[in-house]
T-cell receptor, first 112, second 111 residues
Framework: LAKTTQPISMDSYEGQEVNITCSHN???????ITWYQQFPSQGPRFIIQ???TKVTNEVASLFIPADRKSSTLSLPRVSLSDTAVYYC?????????????FGSGTQLTVLP | NAGVTQTPKFQVLKTGQSMTLQCAQD?????MYWYRQDPGMGLRLIYY???????DKGEVPNGYNVSRLNKREFSLRLESAAPSQTSVYFC??????????FGQGTRLTVV
């Protein structure tokens, strides 16, 4: 399993773009990168998933460099409601279900 | 759609009591998971079931048992609850490994 490293916490202000970077130096060829968001007292929610280059959806963008040893979740123009913990996961979608493991995540606090 | 439903939402147990946490999903997913989350911490995998009829240990299985009753249901049992098992328990299901859907959690307190 590829180990991931994220900042423990980040602060931002409303309206700013926020970039959260995750390091995964041991990522394997078949691994995908997935980000989840967790609000207090709720279960995590899938945000975005990618394999290489850039992926964008209505919520966020995911940037993955060519070597795939890191990835950056980009949240455009955050609001107070984006305050949450963000988790980066790396795993082979064809491998064991055990690979759905979460680290400590990044606590994002959006300030007014 | 209901998604993943967990019952109960809250529970208080005395040390040594037993209980079963129920989880059901209506998305026809093969894989189901049980996690615990302690205050200020990330999620830790207790048990998982890759498909109906199979279960495997995760990171922290001690003190727990699971049953994959059918494709929809995956239960977690505490045979003799301990204060160290005070936590929020999340059930999840997935069709693909890294896109999972979570329930709202069960907040368990063992006194």
């Amino acid at each position: 399993l590829a180990k991931t490293t994220q900042p423990i916490s980040m602060d931002s202000y409303e309206g700013q773009e926020v970039n959260i970077t995750c390091s995964h130096n041991n990522i394997a060829t078949n691994d995908y990168i997935t980000w989840y968001q967790q609000f207090p007292s709720q279960g995590p929610r899938f945000i975005i998933q990618g394999y290489k280059t850039k992926v964008t959806n209505e919520v966020a963008s995911l940037f993955i460099p060519a070597d795939r040893k890191s990835s950056t979740l980009s949240l455009p123009r955050v609001s107070l409601s984006d305050t949450a913990v963000y988790y980066c996961l790396v795993g082979d979608m064809r491998g064991s279900a055990r690979q759905l493991t979460f680290g400590s995540g990044t606590q994002l606090t959006v300030l007014p | 759609n209901a998604g993943v439903t967990q019952t109960p939402k809250f529970q208080v147990l005395k040390t040594g009591q037993s209980m079963t946490l129920q989880c059901a999903q209506d998305m026809n997913h093969n894989s189901m998971y049980w996690y615990r989350q302690d205050p200020g911490m990330g999620l830790r995998l207790i048990y998982y079931s890759a498909s109906e009829g199979t279960t495997d240990k995760g990171e922290v299985p001690n003190g727990y048992n699971v049953s994959r009753l059918n494709k929809r249901e995956f239960s977690l049992r505490l045979e003799s609850a301990a204060p160290s098992q005070t936590s929020v328990y999340f059930c999840a299901s997935s069709a693909r490994l890294t896109e999972a859907f979570f329930g709202q959690g069960t907040r368990l307190t063992v006194v």
